[in-house]
């Protein structure tokens, strides 16, 4: 069974074709990695596969269904949620504010029930509550609920980051640089959250990352993108020893000797 299935898409902004006949399938329950060096075209494959963009040309089906060109809301109630590269938080909003909003979305009491807020309104708004707690205390965010996001440390940002994206109960989660900013502990910490929240959520990851340890360490099959195309796919041993992967990066001496 397939959960998403991307054929040749090809994103252009003008003249630059940042997305070039881009193909990927991913199995529910997977944990797949995309991988490249800057300006490769992994965050505009995100923003193609979440609405944000609509391809240039090419397919995107998720569960069957073509999601090209939806609105990022209606790609979000199919089943596919995100984080950002750039923390994308309500900073001004309390950490429990954060995550209740988000398990919003499927939820949609009638006119009625919001106007009379009656038992059953109640009983959804003690529910997403419950939910959000449940979410902050994974993810060992329950003494901040109270906080204003944006007073958290970076790598609390980015877990509550990715507690948000899972208040809406995605089939797919993609995490764009989740261990971006954190220091070693926390990448280390992150690497089992990601592992066991796949199986606790039953949820499907596809993920960038720039750290190669991280990447590695996680991912059970990997995809590398160069300006726009995908030049290697396999598993992190493969990928480790792919020559197009290793002049891909000689570029970037850092990410190169931590790809060898
Ligand atoms: N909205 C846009 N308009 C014009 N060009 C864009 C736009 N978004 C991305 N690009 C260009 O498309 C190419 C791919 O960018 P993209 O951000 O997808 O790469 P990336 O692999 O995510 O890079 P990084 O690792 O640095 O985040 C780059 O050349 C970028 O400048």
Redesign the pocket.
């Known amino acids: 069974m397939t959960l998403l299935q991307v054929r040749d898409c090809t ?1 252009q ?2 003249g ?1 074709t ?2 070039n006949k881009f193909n990927l399938t991913i199995s529910p329950g997977e944990l797949v990695g995309l991988i ?12 193609l596969l979440t609405g944000v ?1 609509a391809p240039t040309s090419g397919t995107i089906e998720f569960h069957g269904q073509s999601i090209a060109g939806r609105r990022p809301y209606q790609i979000a109630q199919c089943g596919i949620s995100r984080t950002f ?1 750039n923390i994308r938080l309500f900073k001004s909003l309390t950490v429990l504010d954060n995550v209740r909003t988000a398990t919003h979305l499927h939820y949609k009491p009638s006119l009625l029930q919001t106007v009379l807020r009656g038992g059953g309104f109640h009983q959804a708004e003690l529910e997403t509550e419950r939910k959000a707690r449940e979410l902050l205390e994974r993810f060992g965010l329950s003494k901040f609920e109270n906080y204003l996001a944006g007073s958290l440390a970076y790598g609390e940002q980015r877990r509550l980051e990715i507690a948000r994206a899972l208040a809406t109960d995605p089939k797919l989660l993609l995490l ?2 989740p261990a971006a900013g954190m220091n070693p502990q926390e990448k280390i910490d992150l690497m089992d959250q990601i592992n066991s929240l796949r199986k606790d959520f039953q949820v499907t990851i596809l993920l ?1 990352e ?1 750290d190669m340890k991280v990447v590695m360490g996680v991912c059970e099959r990997i995809l590398v ?1 160069d300006y ?1 195309q995908v030049i290697a796919e396999g598993t992190p041993q493969e990928i480790r020893s792919d020559p197009k992967v290793i002049e891909a990066y000689l570029g970037d001496a850092g990410a190169a000797q931590q790809v060898a």
């Open positions: 994103k902004f003008g630059l940042a997305v490249g060096p800057n300006g490769a075209g992994k965050t505009t494959a995100f923003n963009y590269q764009d640089e960038i720039h993108l726009g």
